[in-house]
């Protein structure tokens, strides 16, 4: 866990991050037990496992999926080049590390606004040149096609995914709709969206505004929960992969998983493939 005088250093190299308000990405690092955290994103954190105690199964079925589907794209998918939207704090499994396994060529695109996030990132990553790091609002679908760091590194002649985990039911946008089209205009036929969405699966209503009400004192106050209709909805023009939308743990499981299990991760997942 980053002690005081390393949250002291890095607020001093990454000047411009908001450090008086938890940050969702930074809180999600912490469940993870990760160190790129401050005391307010672990007090947040804590407060939210006390609110509603399958928080941090919420996270680690999220990041188990992502696991999963990215495997399922760079091989039984061939897709080899990805769009990380809202990616946040490196972790172990990071996007580029499960594709290059397959495929050790891949390209991916990080995206993210938090600043904490991208810089850890860019420690990570160092040179590779075939990776990158934008800084940059994800409801912004053209500011992040144009960037460099996207549109210098990926082709989008050919497929890419487009990976939205976590990050449509914080965007401003309540449908969402709207901003996954941006993106799915910019990609061709066997290009692939893959999502997941904070859902109602095990959580109380009391649970769900309590959650909000703690999101509101953060820098992303918007949480969106979906259906499994809602989350279809997401998709036109796309083929929804087997099992389409369903409790994420559900999607594809390494070993069977029982439905109480899975819903306590209160998380709905889906890929889809682009059609011509």
Same mark, same amino acid.
């Given at each position: 866990?980053? =002690?005081?005088?390393?949250?002291?250093?890095l607020?001093?190299?990454?000047?411009?991050?908001?450090?008086?308000?938890?940050?969702?990405?930074r809180?999600?690092?912490?469940?993870?037990?990760?160190?790129a955290?401050?005391?307010?994103?672990?007090?947040?954190?804590?407060?939210?496992?006390a609110?509603?105690?399958?928080?941090?199964d919420?996270?680690?079925?999220?990041?188990?999926?992502l696991?999963r589907a990215?495997?399922? *794209? +760079?091989?039984?998918?061939?897709?080899?080049?990805?769009l990380?939207?809202g990616?946040?704090?490196?972790? $172990?499994?990071? %996007?580029?590390?499960? +594709?290059?396994?397959?495929?050790?060529?891949a390209?991916?695109?990080?995206?993210?606004?938090?600043?904490?996030?991208?810089?850890?990132a860019?420690?990570l990553?160092?040179?590779?040149?075939?990776?990158? %790091?934008? &800084?940059?609002?994800?409801?912004?679908?053209?500011? $992040?096609?144009r960037?460099?760091? %996207?549109?210098?590194?990926?082709?989008?002649?050919?497929?890419? +995914?487009v990976?939205a985990?976590?990050?449509?039911? *914080?965007?401003?946008?309540?449908?969402?709709?709207?901003?996954?089209?941006?993106?799915?205009?910019?990609?061709?036929?066997?290009?692939?969206?893959?999502?997941?969405?904070?859902?109602?699966?095990? /959580?109380? =209503?009391?649970?769900?505004? +309590?959650?909000?009400?703690?999101?509101?004192?953060?820098?992303?106050?918007?949480?969106?929960i979906?259906?499994?209709?809602e989350?279809?909805?997401?998709?036109?023009?796309?083929?929804?992969?087997?099992?389409? %939308? $369903?409790?994420?743990?559900?999607?594809?499981?390494?070993?069977?998983?029982?439905?109480? &299990?899975?819903?306590?991760?209160?998380?709905?997942?889906?890929?889809?493939?682009? /059609?011509?």
């Amino acid at each position: 866990m980053t =002690d005081e005088t390393g949250e002291v250093e890095l607020a001093a190299e990454v000047s411009h991050a908001d450090l008086t308000r938890p940050n969702i990405a930074r809180m999600y690092d912490y469940l993870l037990g990760g160190s790129a955290n401050f005391e307010v994103d672990r007090q947040a954190a804590d407060h939210a496992l006390a609110l509603v105690p399958t928080e941090r199964d919420y996270s680690y079925t999220n990041r188990s999926f992502l696991g999963r589907a990215v495997r399922y *794209l +760079a091989t039984e998918a061939g897709i080899d080049q990805f769009l990380d939207l809202g990616s946040g704090v490196p972790t $172990v499994g990071n %996007v580029h590390e499960i +594709a290059r396994e397959h495929c050790p060529h891949a390209k991916v695109a990080y995206v993210d606004w938090e600043p904490i996030a991208c810089h850890h990132a860019r420690h990570l990553l160092g040179d590779d040149p075939q990776v990158s %790091v934008t &800084e940059l609002d994800v409801s912004d679908a053209e500011a $992040v096609l144009r960037a460099p760091g %996207v549109a210098d590194l990926l082709d989008f002649s050919k497929p890419v +995914a487009v990976l939205a985990f976590g990050i449509l039911d *914080l965007v401003p946008d309540p449908d969402g709709a709207a901003l996954v089209e941006r993106y799915r205009d910019a990609c061709v036929p066997g290009s692939a969206l893959a999502v997941s969405n904070n859902a109602q699966l095990s /959580r109380t =209503d009391t649970e769900i505004e +309590a959650l909000r009400s703690l999101l509101a004192g953060t820098s992303t106050p918007h949480l969106h929960i979906r259906t499994p209709d809602e989350v279809e909805a997401l998709f036109p023009g796309y083929t929804l992969v087997t099992p389409g %939308v $369903v409790a994420a743990a559900h999607w594809r499981p390494d070993t069977p998983v029982k439905d109480e &299990e899975a819903n306590k991760g209160n998380v709905l997942g889906a890929v889809g493939i682009l /059609r011509t």
